[in-house]
């Protein structure tokens, strides 16, 4: 689901780096405290969404109408869960494994939404 996120981000205009995905447990408060202040640190440093430095703001607000449209697209619904399907078949749940896969599945959908 990641993956589908930042390639969404991505496709709307919005800066990578406003997107992360950690995983901490309960256990782990040191490193969820580290996780979390590096992330707003991160964000703080990129100001505000559609007033960072080369992005518009009109074409955030397009990009992310065009997102949302995406996100309840039922072609790339179908896309997803081509790729979950893929996933289960290849047993490879590595990273880069992934991303290549979701690329792949939801590519047309994507470039469908986001296209001028």
Known sequence: MAALVAKLLTGAGVHKERFGLEWASAAEAPRFVKLITGFTGRIRDLGPLGQAPGEDPAQVRQGL???????????????????????????????????????????KALAAAFKD
């Open 65 to 107: 109408a065009k997102a949302l449209a995406a996100a309840r697209s039922q072609k790339l619904r179908v896309g997803f869960g081509n790729a979950a399907k893929a996933f289960r078949k290849d047993k490879d749940l590595s990273t880069d494994h992934i991303r290549a896969v979701v690329e792949d599945k939801t590519a």
